[in-house]
């Protein structure tokens, strides 16, 4: 006999994941001899690196049905959508776990806020999606690689982001283009905290660069429906291994990837990269970029590689001092953010943040 459980927006996107292959070599929710060998050892039990657990939570009444049942029927309004064959029924230990995915167990984080509020009951098993209807306009490897095939780019590099591109990132992608024929600009645009910028600020902002400053650049911009973790090192790696799926050869990890406060070193994403690299065939190079600003010296936005003038001629491009000049609608100076995209932000108004 199959149950139902309803879901919420962001469980059907990851299903919707699952399915069209952005996730792989998952096929659905992990079981608990995977979640285990991901918390421990940043790979899955067959060995492949994977260092995010993905797993679906439920509650304790719907976890007693699984425990003797084979299939779980999932709903979203109340509507069947997808269906897991159950595989495994587990629970998870909050106070142990979260400290070795998160570094941390501080309620402060986000993103163990976030994971400490779910169920600790889970279910593993492999996804189908019912509603076929969903994939219509959903990223896919398929589409991407096709578009990648269709431009003839054998090289792609992915850039990950979950703000409105600055100076800082511009330069970053400028210095990819020179390695690679092409550039996926992939923003992040599922869950994030509240503060942070929103889908429309984030896409909005990207194409007025393109119309102004991207023109006849080998660019492709496509949003990933994902949540933010604020994982920092293995959310890195995580949002690698998404693009290598999607396509992309080559992928930017730059300065606190994926991190939140003070919670990661400043290059704690690069040392773990290269730790992985080592063991691991990941099937993506790792661009492992230093923190770019703007030098007075040099006159140009240069980084520690190339730049080796004292901090009086250094210029910090900073997100935070970015983002409050947003809000009070001004516009950033023009050595952090191009006119043009702070001009296409403040036209949002209150929509520029996430706020609930």
């Known amino acids: 006999m199959s149950h139902r459980y309803e879901i919420n927006a962001e469980t059907l996107q990851d299903c919707i994941n699952f399915s069209l292959g952005l996730f792989n070599p998952l096929k659905g929710f992990?079981?608990?001899a995977d979640?285990?060998?991901?918390?421990e050892h940043m790979c899955l039990a067959d060995g492949n690196v994977w260092t995010i657990?993905?797993?679906?939570?439920?509650?304790?009444?719907?976890?007693?049905?699984?425990?003797a049942s084979t299939r779980l029927t999932l709903t979203y309004n109340h509507k069947p959508v997808a269906y897991i064959d159950i595989e495994d029924c587990f629970q998870v230990d909050f106070e142990i776990d979260l400290k070795k995915v998160f570094k941390t167990s501080d309620i402060a984080h986000?993103?163990?806020?976030?994971?400490?509020?779910?169920?600790?009951?889970?279910?593993?098993?492999?996804?189908?999606?019912?509603?076929?209807s969903l994939h219509n306009d959903a990223l896919s490897p398929v589409k991407t690689k096709a578009f990648f095939d269709s431009k003839g780019w054998k090289t792609v590099a992915g850039f990950q982001t979950r703000n409105p591109i600055h100076k800082a990132h511009e330069y970053l992608q400028r210095v990819a283009l020179e390695q690679c024929e092409g550039l996926f600009i992939n923003p992040l645009v599922g869950w994030k905290k509240v503060g942070d910028f929103s889908e429309a600020a984030v896409v909005d902002g990207y194409k007025a660069m393109i119309k102004e400053y991207y023109v006849d650049v080998n660019i492709h911009l496509d949003t990933l429906r994902t949540p933010m973790l604020y994982a920092g090192p293995r959310e890195a790696i995580f949002h690698a291994i998404i693009r290598r799926n999607l396509g992309c050869t080559h992928f930017i990890i730059?300065?606190?990837h994926a991190g939140v406060g003070d919670y990661y070193g400043k290059y704690e994403?690069?040392?773990l990269a290269n730790k992985i690299i080592k063991k691991y065939d990941l099937g993506i190079e790792l661009l492992l970029l230093k923190e770019p600003f703007y030098c007075h010296k040099c006159a140009q936005i240069v980084s520690e590689n190339t730049c080796g003038h004292k901090a009086k001629y250094v210029e910090k491009i900073s997100g935070t001092i970015i983002r409050d000049m947003l809000a009070q609608n001004k516009r950033p100076n023009e050595l952090s953010m191009r006119a043009e995209v702070a001009d296409a932000i403040i036209k949002l108004g209150k929509n520029k943040f996430?706020?609930?």
């Not at 979640?35 to 918390?39: G, R």
């Not at 986000?110 to 076929?132: D, W």
């Open 35 to 39: 979640y285990n060998s991901v918390v």
């Open 30 to 32: 992990m079981g608990s």
């Open 254 to 256: 730059g300065r606190d």
């Open 110 to 132: 986000p993103g163990v806020a976030k994971e400490s509020g779910r169920h600790q009951y889970r279910i593993g098993g492999p996804i189908t999606v019912t509603n076929k």
């Open 53 to 67: 657990p993905l797993t679906l939570d439920v509650d304790y009444d719907t976890f007693m049905q699984a425990v």
């Open 354 to 356: 996430i706020r609930s």
């Open 269 to 271: 994403a690069h040392e």
